[in-house]
């Protein structure tokens, strides 16, 4: 199984900060990974998909990149409603493995 | 506009089952991979059960395989999570998810609100 590990799994930050997550995979997965943010009692919805593909709807602040084992989530600009846990998520094989989450909170 | 509503959660006791649907509305929904995932009390994401729009490739998470099983209904664009031996475990908010695409490698586009499932004597 491929094994995803996110850093932070906690952020503490300021609205207007520039924030940063982590996610290393345990084996390559090319391009096949997905970021999703989830707000409490809510589905999670994703933001970025194919590492850098940003889904319609979704603010031009948050931007995703990498390949390979290691990706990273940038929001810059952090707005108030952007405080929430973030999900790095890989599509490259079965079964399909999240990353431990990183909770992003109001500094 | 897509949606998708979950049903069928509740209480069960420790080995029981239990039938999980999720209506899906807004798409072709035989065109689409449909997936569950469910989260834990205070915990993360896991990836569950996926199938093939044609119904046709079935995956499941090693944590449930022999004991939970996804299809769906085409009639009623009904995707549906039989789960039997329920175990504490299980216990968690499940979501059905639809897949960008049919294929492989792709996101999970379009989430559900979810269903609690509550496994406890």
């Known amino acids: 199984d491929i094994q995803l590990t996110q850093s932070p799994s906690f952020l503490s930050a300021s609205v207007g900060d520039r924030v940063t997550i982590t996610c290393r995979a345990s084996q390559g997965i090319s391009i096949f990974l997905a970021w999703y943010q989830q707000k409490p009692g809510k589905a999670p919805k994703v933001l970025i998909y194919s590492a850098s593909a940003l889904q319609s709807g979704v603010p031009s602040r948050f931007s995703g990149s990498g390949s390979g084992t290691e990706f990273t989530l940038t929001i810059t600009n952090l707005q108030p409603e952007d405080f929430a846990t973030y999900y790095c998520?890989?599509?490259?094989?079965?079964?399909?493995?999240f990353g431990g989450g990183t909770k992003v909170e109001i500094k | 506009e897509v949606l998708l509503l979950e049903s069928g959660g509740g209480l069960v006791q420790p080995g029981g089952s239990l039938r999980l649907s999720c209506a899906a509305s807004g798409f072709t929904f035989s065109d689409y991979a449909m997936n569950w995932v469910r989260q834990a009390p205070g915990k993360g994401l896991e990836w569950v059960a996926h199938?093939?729009?044609?119904?046709?490739?079935?995956k499941y998470a090693d944590s449930v395989r022999g004991r939970f099983v996804i299809f769906g209904d085409r009639s009623t664009s009904t995707l549906f999570l039989q789960m039997n031996s329920l175990r504490g475990e299980d216990t968690a908010t499940y979501y059905c998810?639809?897949?960008?695409?049919?294929?492989?490698?792709?996101?999970?586009?379009?989430w559900g609100q979810g269903t609690l499932v509550a496994v406890s004597s």
């Open positions: 998810a639809k897949r960008r695409r049919d294929g492989y490698n792709s996101d999970l586009e379009y």
């Open positions: 199938i093939s729009g044609s119904g046709t490739e079935t």
């Open positions: 998520q890989q599509l490259r094989s079965y079964p399909l493995t």
